[in-house]
């Protein structure tokens, strides 16, 4: 299947040293061959890079790991495609409009007979069973709360029976972030981490690659990193919870009875 990669951060972050070993995934050090893609928040806007080649060969992806964005939010994915063919259409991350501000999402998962009623303006451009995912999430929320964005407990309340109800058709592993804070869904396998003062040196397990933190950051700085598999072999990376949904805010998990909502379904 597919492999995920989130940031989350209080003050705009480069995701170079992780995405560089991220990408190592998209054909060399595993077989996610079939397309990758990123998605960086800037603002109200958003920079969108997709590429069907494997983010081993990408030209794009090439840039990506030399060029430093700097984001508070980034989602990133590679995909081993199990629905839709290897196609520019079919590559995460996904990107739509709902209440005046971009939406991003990408799925880790196969989901079985998951044909939902698409009767809204969120309509999938290609054959992806994620896709249709993200438009039934979207067309969901808006039917609930009409033009106007709920605040976020609200909006993950509402989102939580709605992951599970598509989790129920397989598995789901998915972020969605609208710039302001990401969600993230476990049906089999997430693990996160946060960086903060003091800061220590990382060291990546597809690359013979480390940095010091210490030297690029400040003692403010926090960055949530949420990934499928653990990219560093010398961190505590934090795993998931089968059908657990955490929201993340300013680089770390919003914390009480926001902070991790699990559903009445639990995917395989």
């Known amino acids: 299947m597919c492999q995920l990669l989130g940031m989350n951060c209080n003050v705009p972050t480069d995701i170079v040293f992780s995405f560089t070993g991220f990408a190592l995934r998209g054909g060399r050090t595993d ?3 079939d397309g990758w893609g ?4 800037e603002g109200a ?7 069907h080649q ?9 840039l990506i790991k030399h060029y430093p964005i700097k984001s508070k939010h980034v ?16 590559c995460h991350p996904f990107v739509r409009e709902l209440w005046g501000r971009y939406w991003v999402f990408a799925h880790n998962g196969d989901l079985k007979d998951f044909h939902p009623v ?6 999938p451009v290609g054959t992806t069973d994620s896709e249709r995912a993200f438009c039934h999430l979207l067309q969901e929320l808006r039917r609930r709360f009409g033009d106007v964005c709920p605040p976020r407990q609200e909006l993950q309340a509402a989102l939580a029976p709605l992951v599970a109800g598509i989790a129920a058709h397989g598995t789901f592993n998915m972020l969605l972030s609208d710039g302001t804070a990401l969600f993230a869904h476990c049906s089999t396998s997430l693990h996160y981490l946060v960086r903060q003062h003091p800061f220590l040196t990382a060291e990546l397990s597809d690359e013979d690659l ?5 030297q690029v950051t400040t003692p403010q700085d926090r960055v949530a990193i949420i990934v499928t598999q653990p990219l560093t072999s010398n961190e505590n990376w ?11 805010v300013d680089g770390e998990p919003v914390q009480g009875h926001e902070c991790a909502i699990k559903g009445d379904i639990t995917a395989d």
Not at 38 to 41: K, M, R
Not at 45 to 51: K, L, P, Q
Not at 118 to 123: E, H, I, S, T, V
């Open 31 to 33: 077989t996610h061959h």
């Open 38 to 41: 990123i998605a960086f928040f």
């Open 45 to 51: 806007g958003v920079r969108h890079f997709v590429d």
């Open 54 to 62: 494997a983010a081993i060969a990408s030209p794009v992806a090439e």
């Open 75 to 90: 989602i990133a994915h590679i995909r081993k495609a199990t629905q839709g063919q290897v196609a520019l259409e079919n």
């Open 118 to 123: 698409l009767d809204g303006p969120f309509r």
């Open 210 to 214: 480390s940095v010091d933190f210490a």
């Open 238 to 248: 934090i795993a998931f919870g089968a059908g657990e949904l955490k929201c993340f």
